[in-house]
T-cell receptor, first 115, second 114 residues
Framework: DVKVTQSSRYLVKRTGEKVFLECVQD?????MFWYRQDPGLGLRLIYF???????EKGDIPEGYSVSREKKERFSLILESASTNQTSMYLC??????????????FGDGTRLSIL | AQSVTQPDIHITVSEGASLELRCNYS??????LFWYVQSPGQGLQLLLK??????LVQGIKGFEAEFKRSQSSFNLRKPSVHWSDAAEYFC????????????FGKGTTLSVSS
């Protein structure tokens, strides 16, 4: 079974701090994703990466950056945390398979609170 | 623009009753379609997926979904709901068939009453 592991289930940080959210997958997947989930808004894509050192902006990249130095690890960075970034953050991965509709596999999420 | 609509924000069903969760999508071609479930405090788990062929697909936990091209719908069903089915359900569309353009609906929260 694919395992996507997010380093923290709960995290509390202060406004202005630099925050790192880590995600590791163990199935050699090429694609990795970061979403944020807010009540009534569903999942919104922040960034995704289709290869090491490659990244693409999603729908709401403002205030975030990402890093993918190794294939299995995809980090989300809040450069200067703000209270409106309080949310649930979900990491996902999928194997490249054009025409095969590969489903995304999700971690358990990190609930981040910015005070 | 592509979009996914789940018209029902919250549904309550009695245990043992049947369930149907609605999903409509907007896309020019036939997309790949998914249903995911999220239990409280957890990530999303894939219930089932549709690519092509038989329009009625079976998934895990006794769920099934039917793709109707004429209605641009992919509704999720279960004949008899269990209390453990209480969760949030998300419909999703993959519009580029490469897993990099998954669009999610806003979710339907299912409550199960005894």
């Amino acid at each position: 079974d694919v395992k996507v592991t997010q380093s923290s289930r709960y995290l509390v940080k202060r406004t202005g701090e630099k925050v790192f959210l880590e995600c590791v997958q163990d199935m050699d997947h090429e694609n990795m994703f970061w979403y944020r989930q807010d009540p009534g808004l569903g999942l919104r894509l922040i960034y995704f990466s289709y290869d090491v050192k490659m990244k693409e902006k999603g729908d709401i990249p403002e205030g975030y950056s990402v890093s993918r130095e190794k294939k299995e690890r995809f980090s989300l960075i809040l450069e200067s945390a703000s209270t409106n970034q309080t949310s649930m953050y979900l990491c996902a991965s999928t194997k490249v398979g054009r025409g095969a509709g590969q489903p995304q596999h999700f971690g358990d999420g990190t609930r981040l609170s910015i005070l | 623009a592509q979009s996914v609509t789940q018209p029902d924000i919250h549904i309550t069903v009695s245990e043992g009753a049947s369930l149907e969760l609605r999903c409509n999508y907007s896309y020019g071609a036939t997309p790949y379609l998914f249903w995911y479930v999220q239990s409280p405090g957890q990530g999303l788990q894939l219930l089932l997926k549709y690519f092509s062929g038989d329009t009625l697909v079976q998934g895990i936990k006794g769920f099934e979904a039917e793709f109707k091209r004429s209605q641009s719908s992919f509704n999720l069903r279960k004949p008899s709901v269990h209390w453990s089915d209480a969760a949030e359900y998300f419909c999703a569309v993959d519009t580029n068939q490469a897993g990099t353009a998954l669009i999610f609906g806003k979710g339907t929260t299912l409550s199960v009453s005894s």
